[in-house]
């Protein structure tokens, strides 16, 4: 029989990768102790129809170089090998179809948590991972992060845990268009993302 191992798994378009991402990921690993983190970029993201999405391709190359240094980090094309919309409770079925040995730690931001219920199969999400929030501000939410939690708890049998994390004040969205005016996005991405962003053109306007 082989060994259980603890998986982190960090979804997202990483549009780009920040450090906010891997902080998150840091932070999960340490506090859970968990074997490792993966970073899974998603192919067709459902929810993303304000704005172009890069190519899956850079967005891949952008995790890979962002997370090189952590031996713990791993940067998985899961999602992207996927076609079409690539749905958080499928992709946590297929990932127990082929890795039945491994226990999943879903990480996601306090926004995630509020939202829960309008993913597709929410309750699916809940019974397949252990999830793991973020605990930040969160502006429009309709009540304490404790509260929502002992909610999804009691409603779906959920397994939801806090990560205490340092907060980064910063989006992919605001560093898209921070790009595109010609500013330094650097400390908010790693120098390796930064000098891949400007060497590709990425997130310039028209």
Not at 14 to 27: E, V, Y
Not at 40 to 59: A, L, Q, W
Not at 69 to 74: G, R, S, T
Request: hydrophobic content about 35%; proline content about 5%.
């Amino acid at each position: 029989m082989e060994i259980m191992a603890k998986i982190g798994i960090m979804g997202g378009t990483f549009d780009p990768i920040h450090n906010g991402h891997l902080l998150l990921g840091r932070q999960a690993y340490q506090e859970y102790k968990l074997d490792q983190v993966w970073f899974m970029p998603s192919g067709i993201p459902p929810h993303k129809k304000d704005h172009v999405v890069t190519p899956v391709e850079e967005r891949l190359a952008m995790v890979q170089l962002a997370i090189e240094k952590y031996p713990y980090f791993v940067c998985s094309d899961f999602e992207i090998k996927r076609l079409g919309n690539t749905y958080t409770a499928e992709t946590l079925r297929l990932l127990h179809e082929r890795y039945p040995e491994h226990c999943f730690y879903f990480i996601i931001g306090a926004d995630s948590l509020y939202q829960l219920e309008s993913w597709y199969h929410p309750r699916e999400v809940m019974n397949q991972a252990v999830l793991l929030v973020a605990d930040r501000e969160y502006e429009q939410a309709p009540c304490s992060i404790e509260t929502q939690i002992t909610y999804l708890k009691e409603s779906y049998g959920a397994d939801i845990r806090i990560l205490h994390c340092e907060e980064v004040d910063i989006s992919s969205g605001e560093l898209r268009e921070m790009e595109a005016k010609g500013k330094r996005l650097y400390p908010y991405v790693p120098e390796c993302v930064e000098i891949y962003i400007k060497e590709h053109g990425l997130y310039q306007e028209g």
